[in-house]
């Protein structure tokens, strides 16, 4: 492929991936049948906190207007939690993973399976809290149900196709740029509620400026933490080919501190999500839905606690799956390459599990401060959701991300047409 080609490919799929992400933030407006939509508002209007505003957030705004992509991505997700979490643990996951490609579409079969079971089943969950809003329906009954469950579950699996064109013939990972997205689009209008609420003398001037120069800082701090590595040095030894030597040079084995990404706050954040499943979305009437609801607020210590405990866990357990210290122990082995001072083989394996579990812990901090800081913010204070630490996090890493598969594309195209100008010099 030539150095314009692959330009004109780069070209072709950040374009891709604007359409995609357009018709996206399109389906976010386009209404369920048979919602009267002033009755939507004034419902909405008093319960953008909690689990539904972390909803809202997810899903672009979606929720608020109660959209056909009003689950979001998030039984996409949920499903993921599930097959990855029964590839740690059940032998039958565990033998589809070591078949290779093969494997892997069983497994991507699968998950879409679980998608359609759990957006089905929070799609009925959401019918039946809309039809117990008082005149929030316009026809209650079963055909309005069978009508609000197949647009939502439709919504859903097309969102989650979209996602997959992306990553297949766009730039960055589809599903997390369809979140990253829906957060960007609401952004605005966070700060245009931010900077009523100190016209309307709501909240202090010097908060405000407190609030952005703290948001500031966390975005600077979690650039950081991404791009921190751990490098551990590996020699290559000397080796006489007839007259000459080769080897006998030194390179590093890179380790970021956070090797999970964005991961364990989305799962985590989705988990949180499934209580409003149970509690079948009845959002103003229903008491037990209020009574589990107080508990899952900002600044509850339940909601709190468990926030934390699911981004720790999800931390360890997606680096666990996703980095096999014991295989890159055998590959450097394989190429002769060693770590000074340690044996090769069993040693180096157990001397990069070492510092991997010291990164990972680092990294679980770091993910869970920048996370439930912000949280307390927005509990104490009428801050907008969509300036909590998930939402920075998410944007910024997803940001850092694609970028990154940018620049790389950019990169290999210099070098080819590098390659090709020393070729045509000789």
């Known amino acids: 492929m030539s150095s314009s080609s692959q330009s004109n490919d780069l070209k072709n799929r950040i374009i891709f991936t604007i359409f995609i992400l357009a018709v996206y933030r ?37 929720v608020s207007r109660m959209a056909i992509f009003a ?3 998030m039984p996409y997700i949920s499903s993921s939690i ?47 809290g809309l039809q117990s809003s008082a005149n929030l329906v316009i026809n209650p009954g079963l055909f309005f149900t069978i009508t609000a469950v197949s647009t939502i579950v439709a919504g859903t699996m097309f969102l989650m196709w979209l996602g997959e064109q992306i990553t297949q013939r766009g730039i960055g990972n589809g599903i997390s740029l369809i979140i990253f997205a829906g957060i960007v689009a609401e952004i605005p209008r966070a700060l245009v509620t931010t ?36 490098k551990i040095l590996i020699n290559y030894p000397k080796r006489q080919m007839g007259n000459k030597m080769y080897g006998g040079e030194s390179s590093h084995l890179p380790l970021k501190i956070n090797q999970a990404g964005v991961i364990p706050a989305i799962f985590a954040s989705a ?24 508990f899952f607020t900002q600044g ?17 357990f997606y680096t666990s799956i996703t980095f ?32 991997v579990t010291k990164l990972t812990t680092i990294g ?29 996090l998410i944007v910024v890493v997803v940001a850092i991300d694609t970028v990154t598969q940018i620049q790389t594309r950019l990169m290999s195209s210099q070098y080819e047409q590098l390659i090709k100008k020393t070729k045509f010099g000789k």
């Open 82 to 128: 599930i097959v990855q979490l029964l590839t740690g643990v059940s032998d039958y996951f565990k033998n589809l993973k070591a078949q290779g490609e093969i494997g892997r579409a069983k497994i991507t079969q699968i998950t879409r399976y679980g998608t359609v079971l759990l957006a089905t089943i929070q799609g009925y969950g959401l019918s039946v």
């Open 324 to 355: 096999n210290p014991t295989e890159t122990a055998d590959n450097l082995r394989k190429y002769g390459g060693f770590v000074p001072g340690i044996r090769p083989g069993e040693n180096t394996a157990l001397y990069i599990d070492k510092i």
């Open 71 to 73: 689950l979001g991505i």
């Open 26 to 62: 399109f389906g976010t407006f386009v209404p369920i049948p048979g919602i009267d939509p002033e009755q939507l508002q004034t419902m909405m209007s008093g319960n953008q906190k909690g689990l539904l505003g972390m909803f809202n957030v997810f899903s672009g705004g979606a």
């Open 364 to 392: 679980a901090c770091y993910l869970t401060l920048v996370c439930l800081m912000p949280e307390f913010l927005i509990a104490n204070y009428p801050i907008p959701f969509y300036l909590g630490g998930t939402s920075i």
């Open 271 to 294: 988990l949180l999500l499934l209580p409003v499943t149970f509690s079948n979305f009845s959002f103003s009437d229903n008491d037990a839905f209020l009574n589990i609801s107080s």
């Open 300 to 316: 509850q210590p339940l909601y709190m606690l468990l926030y934390a405990s699911g981004i720790i866990f999800f931390t360890f």
């Open 195 to 230: 900077f009523e609420l100190g016209r309307t003398g709501a909240v202090s001037t010097m908060m405000i400026i407190g609030i952005f120069v703290l948001l500031v800082g966390t975005i600077m701090f979690i650039v950081f933490m991404e791009r921190a590595l751990r």
